[in-house]
């Protein structure tokens, strides 16, 4: 299954399933941000976050973060505004780079799918992702790269 038909099947199977508003924050598309390189980490603006949604702002669920000196993007999922979860976007089963849907992260080249903490879900990997440690700091959000 390729990643248009996955999240076409997993928006499909949300809305089956009757629970409307879960799938419209799983569904929702990446937003990217570039990370600002800072001397023990990455940061962004906790204004990434937030998006226009019928002239109202809302907020974003997660967002995938890049950058230069990256060799794979960071997925930052916001557990509430003080607390988030940092996870390389690297499949511990072969490394391939894993896709984020909603609160969730999966691979197309074996089917391994992660949970917003890193958790593995599916195989065939066995390995949960690697996490960093966040902070958050001035409406900047730091990911500890150590
Ligand atoms: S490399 Fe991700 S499941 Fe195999």
């Given at each position: 299954?390729?990643?248009?038909d996955?999240?076409?099947?997993?928006?499909?199977?949300?809305?089956?399933?009757?629970?409307?508003?879960?799938?419209?924050?799983?569904?929702?598309?990446a937003h990217?941000?570039?990370?600002?390189?800072?001397t023990?980490g990455?940061?962004?603006a906790?204004?990434?976050?937030?998006f226009?949604?019928?002239g109202?702002p809302?907020?974003?669920?997660?967002?995938?973060?890049?950058h230069?000196?990256?060799e794979?993007?960071?997925y930052?999922?916001?557990?509430s505004?003080?607390?988030?979860?940092?996870?390389?976007?690297?499949?511990?089963?072969?490394?391939?780079e894993?896709?984020?849907?909603?609160?969730?992260l999966y691979?197309?080249?074996?089917g391994?799918?992660?949970?917003?903490?890193?958790?593995v879900?599916?195989g065939?990997?066995?390995?949960?992702?690697?996490?960093?440690?966040?902070l958050?700091?001035?409406?900047?959000?730091?990911?500890e790269?150590?």
């Amino acid at each position: 299954m390729n990643r248009r038909d996955f999240i076409t099947q997993s928006c499909l199977t949300c809305l089956g399933a009757g629970i409307f508003p879960a799938a419209l924050s799983g569904c929702q598309s990446a937003h990217y941000a570039t990370g600002v390189i800072e001397t023990n980490g990455i940061s962004v603006a906790q204004a990434e976050f937030v998006f226009e949604k019928k002239g109202q702002p809302a907020i974003r669920q997660f967002i995938v973060i890049h950058h230069d000196k990256l060799e794979f993007p960071i997925y930052l999922y916001r557990i509430s505004d003080s607390e988030y979860s940092a996870l390389w976007m690297r499949c511990t089963h072969q490394g391939s780079e894993l896709n984020a849907s909603g609160d969730h992260l999966y691979c197309t080249s074996h089917g391994s799918e992660f949970d917003f903490k890193g958790n593995v879900k599916q195989g065939p990997a066995e390995k949960n992702l690697r996490t960093f440690k966040t902070l958050v700091q001035h409406e900047k959000i730091l990911i500890e790269l150590t």
